[in-house]
T-cell receptor, first 113, second 112 residues
Framework: GAGVSQSPRYKVAKRGQDVALRCDPI?????LFWYQQALGQGPEFLTY????????KSGLPSDRFFAERPEGSVSTLKIQRTQQEDSAVYLC???????????FGQGTRLTVV | GESVGLHLPTLSVQEGDNSIINCAYS??????FIWYKQESGKGPQFIID?????DKRQGQRVTVLLNKTVKHLSLQIAATQPGDSAVYFC???????????FGGGTRVLVKP
């Protein structure tokens, strides 16, 4: 596709359930970012990949959050034992390299009930 | 921690008028600043960027101004249109392609 694709668009999880959110970056983009956006706020950085290497995971809020990009393309953000405070829109962005702007996907809205 | 913030949460503007959205940043090490537009249910859309070695950059109907002395960033939208209604975020980073620190956003409402 032409842009960053995320799936599912919406996810409702019961508290304590595990979820997996998928990001398909723009083809050929080396850098991939995950952000978390709470309602009415700006996105907050979670983690960054350069190809398959996770170079920065300083924004992950707890060890329940895990991200991977095993082949340097598709990335998955996994949240274990979801809590209500995990409810947010999870945004993925990719950029061609480390010196060009990032393009965002439409996000996955996670609601934990 | 260091962050990027906004002065006005909501801006109401008449169609055809110019809009100005302001942003303050605190990280003097930031070298790259970006404005994003976010419509309901969509991801942030890149509008325009500026590097710290510049103080002004123009795009199509948009201008970004950077004042490093007072750490202030602004976005000017000329002849605002209904399609400009959205939330606008400023963001900063050490370089293009690096992780971004976003402000809280300003909602722009365009009145017909």
């Amino acid at each position: 596709g032409a842009g960053v694709s995320q799936s599912p668009r919406y996810k409702v999880a019961k508290r304590g359930q595990d979820v997996a959110l998928r990001c398909d970056p723009i083809s050929g983009h080396v850098s991939l970012f995950w952000y978390q956006q709470a309602l009415g706020q700006g996105p907050e950085f979670l983690t960054y990949f350069q190809n398959e290497a996770q170079l920065d995971k300083s924004g992950l809020p707890s060890d329940r959050f895990f991200a991977e990009r095993p082949e340097g393309s598709v990335s998955t953000l996994k949240i274990q034992r979801t809590q209500q405070e995990d409810s947010a829109v999870y945004l993925c962005a990719s950029s061609l390299d480390s010196i060009t702007e990032a393009f965002f996907g439409q996000g996955t809205r996670l609601t934990v009930v | 921690g260091e962050s990027v913030g906004l002065h006005l949460p909501t801006l109401s503007v008449q169609e055809g008028d110019n809009s100005i959205i302001n942003c303050a940043y605190s990280n003097s090490a930031s070298d790259y600043f970006i404005w994003y537009k976010q419509e309901s249910g969509k991801g942030p859309q890149f509008i325009i960027d500026i590097r710290s070695n510049m103080d002004k950059r123009q795009g199509q109907r948009v201008t970004v101004l950077l004042n490093k002395t007072v750490k202030h960033l602004s976005l000017q939208i000329a002849a605002t249109q209904p399609g400009d209604s959205a939330v606008y975020f400023c963001a900063e980073s050490k370089a293009a392609g690096n992780k971004l620190t976003f402000g809280g956003g300003t909602r722009v409402l365009v009145k017909p």
